[in-house]
């Protein structure tokens, strides 16, 4: 594992990489307020497959830039990103592999730039949430709320241990070990302790969704060969009785595998990283 730095046009990007040389080019990308250290258990495996591996922290994530003061997270800004971190790397069509959020930019920008990729791997994720047309005056009167009343100050921890505990009892539920890989690459010392280097504004609201038809409409416009890979415990369907999105991508491969919502952390690692595998190289 090497620790590397991408300086792209306007922000500069933290990252890991496994098996430089390798060569299949994997470009990966971590879920909400993880960071590149969600794939310490499954790049190894993908990099001794082949696989020149390279997972980024996200702007406002692990050792990467936060945006300019007065700027937000809009979910649609990370696209212009991947698409110049591949430029940056010179990389021609690699492997995007996304968790989470980063499966739903990975499929953002798929439909958008798809010519530029030669595979698409979707974990955990199928398109971002959808909110009806008539909730955006609401949405908006909310970020905006937000935006003009930010939080002061970030609650320190006096101690790792306390940060990975309360992490393992985070959204979706991970292992200690689990926990401890992403919190170690998450923490800054300060006098009172430790803190969260993630962007605060990465937990504001967002002043515009998608509604479903706009997501159903991108995610049909994705023509290239993808795997989605859903958790027994985790937060999609493969059914498509149940999961209406699955229209969309029908011609995707689809995978289920043992584990939670962090399967790539904590739940069968060798099962997804042998189906990741064996598509990347059909």
């Not at 696209?79 to 995007?96: D, F, K, Y």
């Not at 416009?221 to 059914?239: F, W, Y």
């Not at 491969?253 to 190289?281: N, P, T, Y």
């Amino acid at each position: 594992m090497k620790e590397i730095s991408l300086q792209l046009p306007d922000i500069k990007l933290g990252g890991l990489r496994w098996g430089e040389g390798n060569p299949v080019r994997v470009l990966a990308l971590h879920g909400w307020l993880d960071n590149a250290a969600s794939y310490t258990f499954l790049a190894p495996k993908l990099a001794e497959a082949g696989c020149d591996i390279i997972a980024l922290d996200l702007p406002g994530h692990g050792n990467s830039q936060h945006r300019p003061s007065g700027s937000s997270y809009h979910l649609v800004d990370y696209i212009r990103e991947v698409g110049q971190a591949i430029e940056v790397l010179e990389w021609h069509r690699p492997v995007l592999l996304g968790h989470s959020l980063g499966a739903v930019v990975s499929s953002l920008y798929a439909s958008a730039a798809g010519e530029s990729l030669s595979k698409l791997v979707l974990m955990e994720a199928l398109g971002p949430m959808a909110d009806p047309a008539e909730r955006t005056g609401e949405n908006i009167k909310r970020a905006l709320n937000r935006a003009l009343n930010p939080s002061a100050k970030k609650r320190p921890y006096y101690s790792i241990e306390k940060a990975v505990e309360d992490r393992s009892r985070g959204f979706g539920g991970i292992t200690h070990q689990a926990a401890e890989a992403l919190v170690r690459r998450n923490l800054v010392a300060d006098k009172q302790g430790w803190v969260w280097k993630t962007d605060s504004r990465l937990r504001w609201p967002s002043f515009l969704r998608f509604t479903e038809p706009q997501v159903e409409n991108y995610l049909s416009a994705i023509n290239l060969p993808t795997l989605l890979v859903a958790a027994s415990n985790g937060i999609i369907s493969l059914d498509p009785e149940s999961n209406s999105r699955l229209r969309c991508v029908s011609h995707a491969k689809k995978v289920l595998v043992e584990g939670g919502h962090h399967m790539h952390m904590d739940g069968d690692v060798a099962h997804l990283a042998r189906e990741i595998v064996s598509f990347i190289q059909k």
